[in-house]
């Protein structure tokens, strides 16, 4: 979930290093880098790949973000030649809630 926050957050053109903690920070290191495990690196180009598929509702209160269209995630993991898409797809919902958390602020 701290992915998709970060994203969400403006994170988008950060550069990703290889693995330390799922989705984590080490505390000596700027706050801008995150590192991604390598069994999660897929869901993350499936999620970035997804970053104009959101579901939006704009009103008069302002944006709500409600989440990802899901039959573009299946396309997108469809691009990416994801073999396990149950798996693939439990942590791109991952990165959604993060995402949607910031974004909905």
Known sequence: MALGR????????????GASEAFGTDSDRQETDLEIWPEHVQAWHVFAGCGTQWRVIAGMGGVVYQGLEYTSVEAVMRLHDVTDRARCMAAVQCLEIGAREALNR
Do not use: D, E, L, Y
Not at 6 to 17: L, N
């Open 6 to 17: 970060h994203w969400a957050g403006g994170g988008r053109g950060s550069q990703f290093k």
